[in-house]
């Protein structure tokens, strides 16, 4: 790779790429930031960024630029490349025949640092410019206990904030405090955009937002509850962690140096309620569709993809798999997760209209074997206390209510807890968990031995599962069959068998 001869991205360079990456075909000179987006990820580059890109494109439109912001010290070396290539990035879509698409995103305006200068954050959302600040912070980021599902007031950086209302840590101080200064100057709120995998997004933000402001100001809370809108949506597009290979393949293939492009699968969906104060890009315009209530949407892709993924990264953890399209090419992987789908998930999802559920479980199958898109489990497991308590367990205590299937989802939970204890796959190597809740789940998945419940006693993730002994004999026997040989594949064909046997 001659890298000295590759054209670098950025913006004196971006007519001057070659001819097979699309490039603005808008004079970014001419965008306004009319969005703020904190939690500037690989996944808000392929999605919102993506649309709203594309919606420029098509309409020239150019009021909805978009000022990233991030809060944490991890979000520096983000901004250092971003800034470094004058907000431009490369989007390298991949399709399961190979086919490679790349794109140069230039929606972009700027790059805030929260930990840094946490008034020109504020100062930002509080513009009359702003009419949109997004999220893209994960499940944990909206600090809520998953079992009682109310703000959590004993986070050190909640106390923080709430001490230092003007220079905070987390997105609700922020939002809090740029919120009463557009209240203050009369001007009016921004709407709040979740573009989380959380279901009712909108819903959770606004409780949490809620919760927050009226420790603040009282006043402030009312004005929130009756004047900001949350709209909920459901996103969806497959985006891994950019590797260096993807650097590498722009610079070796392409003559391109981009240091932080981003990969993803060909398929994007977003639904959105038509819930906005100050106006919105027309997204609809490029594929968005805009809907009254987001809800089953919500469901069926949350308890679908998201728990199948969930199904797959702790499973194939286990049997000593590396990515998603390597675990699902495997048959009895497949045939577990159409069963978890058809049998668990499917039968407790209310209907879904313009949707076949058929033939949009055969198209995550067809996703999720994407031999390009290397999806790896590491970081589909990431954060798995805040995923599964979003994305399974619901479907477990609606299967208990209705007498529904549990097997599936129940050895989910037994090689969870297998997972959490060994820290390894079945052949002893060391795997790499990313949990803020990490040490916690290792030490009560660790006393199995002495109380095999123990680890579904964590009721901020699991709620009342331990109480109820139908599900805990099953879990139970899971457990101890995992225990007794981690060969995760000999148990799910196991529950692929006996399931086919009570149908026959």
Same mark, same amino acid.
């Given at each position: 790779?001659?890298?000295?001869?590759?054209?670098?991205?950025?913006?004196?360079?971006?007519?001057? $790429?070659?001819?097979?990456?699309?490039?603005?075909?808008?004079?970014?000179?001419?965008?306004?930031?009319?969005?703020?987006?904190?939690?500037?990820?690989?996944?808000?580059?392929?999605?919102?960024?993506?649309?709203?890109?594309?919606?420029?494109?098509?309409?020239?439109?150019?009021?909805?630029?978009?000022?990233?912001?991030?809060?944490?010290?991890?979000?520096?070396?983000?901004?250092?490349?971003?800034?470094?290539?004058?907000? @431009?990035?490369?989007?390298?879509?991949?399709?399961?025949?190979?086919?490679?698409?790349? %794109?140069?995103?230039?929606? *972009?305006?700027?790059?805030?640092?929260?930990?840094?200068?946490?008034?020109?954050?504020?100062?930002?959302?509080?513009?009359?410019?702003?009419?949109?600040?997004?999220?893209?912070?994960?499940?944990?980021?909206?600090?809520?206990?998953?079992?009682?599902?109310?703000?959590?007031?004993?986070?050190?950086?909640?106390?923080?904030? @709430?001490?230092?209302?003007?220079?905070?840590?987390?997105?609700?101080?922020?939002?809090?405090?740029?919120?009463?200064?557009? *209240?203050?100057?009369?001007?009016?709120?921004?709407?709040?955009?979740?573009?989380?995998?959380?279901?009712?997004?909108?819903?959770?933000?606004? =409780? *949490?937002?809620?919760?927050?402001?009226?420790?603040?100001?009282?006043?402030?809370?009312?004005?929130?509850?009756?004047?900001?809108?949350?709209?909920?949506?459901?996103?969806?597009?497959?985006?891994?962690?950019?590797?260096?290979?993807?650097?590498?393949?722009?610079?070796?293939?392409?003559?391109?140096?981009?240091?932080?492009?981003?990969?993803? /699968?060909?398929?994007?969906?977003?639904?959105?309620? +038509?819930?906005?104060?100050?106006?919105?890009? %027309?997204?609809?315009?490029?594929?968005? %569709?805009?809907?009254?209530?987001?809800?089953?949407?919500?469901?069926?892709?949350?308890?679908?993809?998201?728990?199948?993924?969930?199904?797959?990264?702790?499973?194939?953890?286990?049997?000593?798999?590396?990515?998603?399209?390597?675990?699902?090419?495997?048959?009895?992987?497949? %045939?577990?997760?159409? $069963?978890?789908?058809?049998?668990?998930?499917?039968?407790?999802?209310?209907?879904?209209?313009?949707?076949?559920?058929?033939?949009?479980?055969?198209? @995550?199958?067809?996703?999720?074997?994407?031999?390009?898109?290397? +999806?790896? $489990?590491?970081?589909?497991?990431? /954060?798995?206390?805040?995923?599964?308590?979003?994305?399974?367990?619901?479907?477990?205590?609606?299967?208990?209510?209705?007498?529904?299937?549990?097997?599936?989802?129940? @050895?989910?939970?037994?090689?969870?807890?297998?997972? #959490?204890? =060994?820290?390894?796959?079945?052949?002893?190597? /060391?795997?790499?968990?990313?949990?803020?809740?990490?040490?916690?789940?290792?030490?009560?998945?660790?006393?199995?031995?002495?109380?095999?419940?123990?680890? $579904?006693? *964590?009721? #901020?993730?699991?709620?009342?599962?331990?109480?109820?002994?139908?599900?805990?004999?099953?879990?139970?026997?899971?457990?101890?069959?995992?225990?007794?040989?981690?060969?995760?594949?000999?148990?799910?064909?196991?529950?692929?068998?006996?399931?086919?046997?009570?149908?026959?």
């Amino acid at each position: 790779m001659n890298t000295q001869s590759n054209v670098r991205l950025n913006e004196d360079n971006l007519h001057h $790429l070659p001819s097979g990456i699309s490039v603005p075909n808008y004079d970014r000179k001419k965008v306004k930031a009319g969005i703020v987006h904190v939690g500037v990820g690989g996944f808000h580059r392929s999605h919102e960024a993506y649309y709203t890109d594309a919606y420029m494109n098509q309409t020239g439109d150019l009021n909805w630029g978009i000022c990233g912001v991030g809060l944490r010290d991890a979000d520096r070396k983000m901004k250092s490349i971003l800034e470094q290539q004058n907000y @431009l990035y490369t989007l390298i879509v991949k399709h399961p025949d190979g086919t490679i698409e790349n %794109q140069v995103i230039g929606c *972009m305006t700027d790059f805030l640092m929260g930990c840094d200068e946490p008034n020109s954050v504020i100062q930002k959302m509080a513009d009359a410019d702003t009419k949109i600040v997004s999220l893209t912070i994960t499940e944990g980021g909206y600090n809520f206990n998953p079992a009682t599902n109310e703000f959590d007031f004993d986070n050190p950086d909640v106390i923080h904030d @709430l001490a230092n209302p003007f220079a905070p840590r987390l997105v609700f101080g922020f939002l809090t405090a740029a919120l009463k200064l557009r *209240m203050e100057r009369g001007l009016p709120p921004f709407t709040v955009q979740s573009c989380d995998n959380i279901q009712h997004n909108g819903d959770v933000a606004r =409780k *949490m937002l809620l919760a927050y402001s009226r420790k603040v100001d009282f006043e402030l809370a009312k004005w929130i509850e009756q004047e900001v809108p949350f709209p909920n949506a459901m996103v969806d597009r497959i985006t891994p962690v950019t590797t260096p290979a993807d650097i590498n393949y722009l610079a070796s293939e392409m003559g391109v140096s981009d240091e932080w492009p981003v990969t993803c /699968e060909p398929f994007h969906q977003w639904i959105i309620e +038509d819930k906005f104060s100050v106006g919105r890009p %027309q997204w609809q315009k490029v594929g968005a %569709q805009f809907v009254a209530d987001v809800t089953p949407y919500e469901n069926m892709k949350i308890r679908l993809l998201n728990a199948g993924h969930s199904v797959l990264g702790i499973l194939g953890s286990i049997h000593g798999f590396e990515t998603i399209d390597e675990s699902i090419q495997d048959p009895i992987f497949r %045939q577990f997760l159409q $069963l978890f789908m058809d049998n668990e998930v499917t039968p407790i999802l209310p209907p879904v209209s313009g949707i076949d559920l058929d033939e949009y479980k055969q198209t @995550l199958l067809i996703r999720f074997a994407n031999p390009n898109i290397k +999806d790896h $489990l590491t970081r589909i497991c990431s /954060e798995s206390a805040s995923k599964l308590a979003t994305f399974l367990i619901p479907t477990i205590n609606d299967n208990l209510r209705q007498e529904g299937d549990i097997q599936c989802a129940a @050895l989910v939970l037994a090689a969870w807890c297998y997972y #959490s204890d =060994k820290q390894t796959d079945r052949h002893g190597k /060391e795997i790499t968990i990313i949990d803020v809740m990490s040490q916690q789940l290792h030490v009560a998945a660790a006393k199995y031995a002495v109380n095999p419940a123990s680890f $579904l006693e *964590m009721t #901020s993730i699991f709620g009342d599962l331990n109480k109820n002994q139908g599900f805990m004999d099953v879990y139970k026997k899971h457990l101890k069959a995992i225990y007794t040989d981690p060969n995760v594949k000999k148990h799910m064909q196991s529950i692929i068998n006996s399931t086919a046997l009570a149908v026959s």
